[in-house]
C-alpha cells in the first residue's frame, strides 16, 4: 500500500539514490512543498512543485519514481494527493517524446493547457496541461 506524505529533511538521502534531476531537493523539503510516496517504511517517489511558477499558477515540475516501484500507481496516488495541500489551477507538463508522463497526465484528469517548442533539447517540444483542484 502507497502512504503519501509531506517530504522531510530525513528523507533526502533516499530520495538522491533515486532523482534524477540535479541538485538536492532541501528547499522543496523545507519550504513544504513536495509530498513522498512510501511503500512500507521506504519512499519510493515524490513530487514538487513551485508556487506561481507557471504563469503565476503553482506548478509541477517535478515526479520522480525509483525505477523500481514504477507502474505501480505511485506517480498517480502522488498527483491524486495534490488536492490535500494546493488549491485552485495547477499545471504539470512533460516532453513530447515522454510517453510514460503524458499517459499519467492524460489519466489523471489534467487538461492540455499548450506547448512551447525549442525549450527541450532537440527541439522537443514540451506539453503543458492544468488541472482545477
Known sequence: MVAIRRGEPHDLPRLMEFDCFSGDRINEIVEGRMLVAEVGATVVGYLAWQHGGC??????????????????????????????????????????????????????GWTPAGRIDGLLPRDEPELFFRRDL
Open 55 to 108: 504563469i503565476g499558477k503553482d506548478y509541477v515540475n517535478k515526479l520522480v519514481v525509483d525505477g523500481r516501484y514504477r507502474r505501480r500507481g505511485i506517480a498517480q496516488a502522488l498527483t491524486q494527493a495534490l488536492s490535500t495541500t494546493l488549491s485552485g489551477r495547477v499545471y504539470i507538463s512533460a516532453g513530447a517524446a515522454n510517453t510514460a508522463a503524458l499517459s499519467l497526465i492524460h489519466g489523471t
